[in-house]
């Protein structure tokens, strides 16, 4: 199977800091992999590099056979993502915000009155509206988004990385702060957007998340990677176990 996401020799340093050093993975078209380690190990350095939000010092990143390192935030087509510290625009409705994440395919902006195509917005609004019903936040869609909890947050957040079924989705700690019930409607997500051929890269605390999604794992530590290979394989390697996932095997 081809990649779709291809991240070569990436460095990125932040003064004396070394953050990212030669980091180099590939994740498959519609396949999940997870990208972990302990806390400042440059997990989130690597995922704005590759949504453009940081350019590094070296290296390169193609998605879908196109070189995309330095490509602009707003013109990464085809990849969503969502954030470890949730970035929805809290004086918005939730509805509104879902509706952003279709603003690309739109001329002119999507909540501007005179729309150049009222069907494309019409179809948007009613995409919004499916994801809204799909993630169970179609009661809260009128709500401003800064009022909702955390987790519901987090799922709004989800929705709108969904708009326009990106061929990526980039999950970052999607699952923290949420419940049992809300869990469940993550994976459910994440599950039926692979089904779709939607590839998936996540940044992940929780084990048990990870290993209901992932087939394989990336493994980070002072910004190198230590292991890239099958999860269950880098559940047996005594160089992860000693990184990161030896305080997590009572979970695992």
């Known amino acids: ?141 009128d709500r401003p988004a800064g009022m909702l909890p955390l987790g519901l947050q987090r799922l709004a957040e989800l929705a709108r990385a969904e708009a326009q079924d990106p061929r990526l989705l980039l999950l970052d700690e999607a699952a923290s702060g949420l419940a049992t019930e809300e869990m469940e409607r993550l994976v459910e997500r994440v599950q039926a957007a692979r089904r779709r051929g939607c590839a998936v890269l996540l940044v992940e605390h929780n084990m048990r998340f990870v290993s209901r999604i992932v087939e394989r794992v990336v493994v980070l530590r002072y910004g190198r990677v230590i292991f890239d290979g099958t999860l269950a394989d880098g559940m047996r390697d005594p160089a992860v176990m000693d990184a990161y996932l030896g305080q997590e095997q009572a979970v695992a």
């Open 1 to 141: 199977m081809s990649a779709v996401l291809e991240v070569s020799g990436v460095a990125v340093r932040f003064g004396g800091l070394q953050a990212l050093d030669g980091v180099s993975f590939a994740v498959e078209d519609g396949g999940a992999t997870a990208l972990i380690g302990p806390n400042g190990a440059g997990k989130t350095t690597c995922f704005n590099v590759i949504s453009g939000l940081q350019r590094p010092d070296a290296g390169s990143v193609r998605f879908a056979g196109r070189d995309v390192t330095r490509v602009a935030p707003h013109r990464h087509r085809g990849i969503g993502r969502t954030f470890q510290r949730v970035e929805l625009v809290a004086g918005m409705t939730v509805r509104e915000n879902v509706l952003l994440g279709y603003h690309r395919s739109l001329p002119g902006g999507l909540l501007r009155s005179g729309l150049g195509s009222r069907r494309r917005e019409h179809a948007a609004r009613a995409e919004a509206a499916a994801r809204l019903e799909e993630v169970g936040l179609a009661a809260f869609a």
